[in-house]
């Protein structure tokens, strides 16, 4: 039989996301309703080695569900990655009496979360936080629909210029290993083409595409870009080689860079993180671990972490058909 939970650790990890703050208050608050303890553990696994840790009670978090980033901080952490420094981890753990964890992040940080727990028995639950939505047992992470909106925006007024001087846009988006982001924003955005990590469109295709819509009587055009797309070296080398073989075409590049992980979350970012975050205590409760919480069907589910870390997320391939009809 498991022991009772009473005192759960809380941590945000990796690169922020807009939502982690409400997923924070979520824990938060969900362990009061319990009658149990939080300590909020700043910087990542970094704080939880230096003891940079805090209890919080419900005061603690207001007023910061609508704030992008993460109040707890992030940190990369190497020594964490060593046996010796997961040891200094666990004396604070010790320490404080804390029985669970909550980690908050991506692959990374539930990759550490879950060789923590094998070395230490301490339970754990993941909430995947990452903009990408690249993890596999949920249809959204944290701070995706947030990231969709603001590249959105940005590319909607990127368009306004490309309309007025005639020009072609290569926008670069985050999605180093996934095309998510690209493939969502650059329907949402009415994109010329998509360049994605799991399809290798070439540059002979991609000029083929950019004549087709000249040809259709497009004076402008915009062309989305993930930057793990593998059909150039980056996107600049993309740009030069259109540029070589249009040359009556200004062409721009535009990379919107971290502006996509910033800004206030989105209601759903809000309403996702929340349920997430009461999810997450309750299974903890409930004497589950080593799992991450997800959403599938607007279900809160749960994923063991090493199908998570190890399983990819998939594309959404009807929504390739739809953006190849609608680029006409």
Same mark, same amino acid.
């Given at each position: 039989?498991?022991?009772?939970?009473?005192?759960?650790?809380?941590?945000?990890?990796?690169?922020?996301?807009?939502?982690?703050?409400?997923?924070?208050?979520?824990?938060?608050?969900?362990?009061?309703?319990?009658?149990?303890?939080?300590?909020?553990?700043?910087?990542?696994?970094?704080?939880?080695?230096?003891?940079?840790?805090?209890?919080?009670?419900?005061?603690?978090?207001?007023?910061?569900?609508?704030?992008?980033?993460?109040?707890?901080?992030?940190?990369?952490?190497?020594?964490?990655?060593?046996?010796?420094?997961?040891?200094?981890?666990?004396?604070?753990?010790?320490?404080?009496?804390?029985?669970?964890?909550?980690?908050?992040?991506?692959?990374?940080?539930?990759?550490?979360?879950?060789?923590?727990?094998?070395?230490?028995?301490?339970?754990?639950?993941?909430?995947?936080?990452?903009?990408?939505?690249?993890?596999?047992?949920?249809?959204?992470?944290?701070?995706?629909?947030?990231?969709?909106?603001?590249?959105?925006?940005?590319?909607?007024?990127?368009?306004?210029? @490309?309309?007025?001087?005639?020009? =072609?846009?290569?926008? &670069?988006? #985050? !999605?180093? %290993?996934?095309?998510?982001?690209? /493939? *969502?924003?650059?329907?949402? @955005?009415?994109?010329?083409?998509? =360049?994605?990590?799991? &399809?290798? #469109? !070439?540059? %002979?295709?991609?000029?083929?595409? /950019? *004549?087709?819509?000249?040809?259709?009587?497009?004076?402008?055009?915009?062309?989305?870009?993930?930057?793990?797309?593998?059909?150039?070296?980056?996107?600049?080398?993309?740009?030069?080689?259109?540029?070589?073989?249009?040359?009556?075409?200004?062409?721009?590049?535009?990379?919107?860079?971290?502006?996509?992980?910033?800004?206030?979350?989105?209601?759903?970012?809000?309403?996702?993180?929340?349920?997430?975050?009461?999810?997450?205590?309750?299974?903890?409760?409930?004497?589950?671990?080593?799992?991450?919480?997800?959403?599938?069907?607007?279900?809160?589910?749960?994923?063991?972490?090493?199908?998570?870390?190890?399983?990819?997320?998939?594309?959404?391939?009807?929504?390739?058909?739809?953006?190849?009809?609608?680029?006409?």
């Amino acid at each position: 039989m498991s022991t009772p939970i009473k005192r759960i650790g809380v941590l945000t990890s990796g690169g922020d996301a807009p939502g982690m703050n409400a997923a924070v208050r979520a824990v938060v608050r969900t362990a009061a309703f319990y009658e149990l303890d939080c300590i909020a553990i700043y910087r990542g696994y970094q704080g939880l080695i230096d003891d940079h840790t805090k209890i919080m009670n419900p005061r603690s978090v207001n007023n910061i569900i609508n704030k992008g980033g993460t109040v707890l901080k992030s940190a990369r952490c190497l020594e964490f990655r060593t046996l010796e420094g997961r040891k200094k981890a666990f004396g604070v753990i010790q320490k404080h009496n804390i029985d669970a964890l909550v980690v908050i992040g991506g692959d990374g940080s539930f990759t550490g979360a879950m060789i923590f727990q094998k070395e230490f028995g301490i339970p754990v639950i993941g909430i995947p936080g990452t903009i990408d939505n690249d993890i596999f047992g949920t249809t959204h992470t944290i701070g995706y629909d947030t990231a969709l909106n603001t590249v959105i925006d940005a590319i909607d007024k990127i368009r306004d210029t @490309a309309i007025s001087h005639n020009r =072609l846009f290569f926008v &670069e988006v #985050m !999605g180093r %290993d996934a095309g998510h982001i690209a /493939l *969502n924003t650059g329907v949402g @955005a009415g994109a010329e083409e998509i =360049l994605i990590p799991e &399809e290798n #469109m !070439g540059l %002979d295709r991609l000029l083929e595409s /950019l *004549n087709r819509s000249e040809k259709s009587g497009k004076s402008s055009s915009i062309v989305v870009v993930a930057e793990g797309d593998k059909t150039g070296k980056n996107v600049f080398e993309i740009a030069e080689y259109v540029e070589k073989n249009m040359p009556h075409y200004e062409v721009r590049v535009s990379v919107l860079g971290h502006m996509q992980r910033g800004g206030s979350p989105s209601c759903f970012d809000r309403v996702l993180a929340s349920r997430m975050g009461v999810e997450a205590v309750e299974s903890l409760r409930a004497g589950k671990s080593n799992v991450m919480v997800g959403l599938k069907e607007d279900q809160m589910i749960l994923t063991p972490l090493s199908k998570a870390i190890k399983g990819k997320s998939e594309i959404n391939e009807n929504l390739i058909r739809v953006s190849d009809i609608l680029s006409l």
